[in-house]
DNA sequence: GTAACTTACGGACAGACTGTATGCAAATAT
DNA sequence: ATATTTGCATACAGTCTGTCCGTAAGTTAC
């Protein structure tokens, strides 16, 4: 073994990540469609070549681009849990940090717009898993073993709460008044929430 | 004015009916991306000359067809709400009537999956505003005016519960054994829906 | 250290697809 | 009957994607 001045590995992890970054820049401004791959690479400062090298096609950059995202919103999520606090609070303060972090465009049009369109629902959902949806179905499963939440599916309880909060955050984006449509929907949601314990 | 053997209205009637048709057969097969406009022409029988003279782009013509499959959908939904019923059976009847008509791949594939992507969230609800969700609004309209239902903001709940029941959809559609999973997710919903109930 | 090999990348190319422009024909207005 | 508008056909230009083949950088074997 020699002494090399860049690792393969080096090489690879830099041209991925310059990829993954300028991906998620351009495809949350212009949508998936919206941006060509050579416009990509002009931004990453790599060549085409580089881009069918290490990614399938302009779909498979596209799904890297959305784990990174899921896994970076899905750690500020995490950050906000208290273990301490009750279900509902605790429920209400994930569904603000939710709306949060979907205030900027990249979780909108990546995640939410594009995401199942480009990807296939059932691919999208599976990216989602590891992340959002497993914290989501993580925090009700302690809720339904400890007995203060009703006996429901875990799954499809999850995949029902996290729709509500995705369409939460684009009725708020896409509201001319975003204070008032943010506590209109929190006002909708806490009821919802407050319908899985038990009475 | 003179008799012809087929008017200008005719003319266009037909053309822009047999596009709408066909690309509903294949954008819901293939979706808005996988499938192109030589195609579509192809088997409407008619030129591209003809869409581009009926629609403006590829995307209009998805536009209409979008709101034909969303009237179609709502026009059966209708059909299946009994003003006698209380709110909560009413409101389950209508999922289940939502799960049946979701389960066409043309209302999955293009009224949820593509919708947003295609067209942008802003426009996708527009063209669901008139029909579905001005069906979910007004029954929701009625229980909160009449004092059984709690009073919240009509127009975000008619979002979010529209949000559940797309999920639902297609939670159902990519199951494994859709009847069990379609008993979950009622199951889920149903508490969902009565806690809207003023106690 | 050198040769063999694998991995990362660059550039050119073919195919497909979208939207437009131009020309014609059918229908309607004058 | 003529003019004008509307519906439609075809050809064309521009763009974009994915592939192919060659080259260079790095790694392994001897």
């Known amino acids: 073994m020699q002494i090399s001045r860049r690792t393969q590995a080096d090489r690879t992890a830099a041209t991925r990540t310059a990829l993954i970054a300028a991906g998620r820049r351009l495809f949350a401004e212009h949508g998936f469609a919206g941006v060509g791959t050579e416009t990509i690479v ?3 400062d790599v060549s085409r070549g580089a881009l069918y090298h290490h990614f399938g096609d302009k779909t498979e950059l596209f799904a890297a681009v959305l784990a ?12 906000t849990i208290d273990a301490d606090a009750d ?5 209400m303060r994930s569904v603000q940090a939710w709306l949060d972090a979907c205030q ?26 590891p992340h959002i949806l497993g914290l989501i179905e993580g925090v009700l499963a302690v809720g339904v073993r400890d007995e203060t939440l ?7 309880l999850a995949h029902v709460l996290l729709a509500v909060a995705d369409e939460a955050a684009l009725y708020v984006g896409a509201s001319q008044e ?17 319908a899985l314990l038990r009475r």
């Not at 990174?68 to 950050?79: F, H, I, K, P, S």
């Open 68 to 79: 990174d995202v899921e896994g970076e919103v899905t750690q500020q999520l995490a950050a």
């Open 104 to 129: 900027r465009p990249e979780v909108q049009r990546i995640v939410l717009i594009d995401g199942p369109a480009v990807l296939g629902w059932a691919r999208w959902r599976e990216i989602c898993q």
């Open 42 to 44: 002009r931004d990453a």
């Open 87 to 91: 279900f509902v609070t605790l429920m």
């Open 150 to 156: 009703k006996e429901l599916p875990v799954k499809p």
């Open 178 to 194: 975003p204070e008032a449509a943010r506590r209109d929907m929190e006002a909708v949601i806490r009821p919802l929430v407050e």
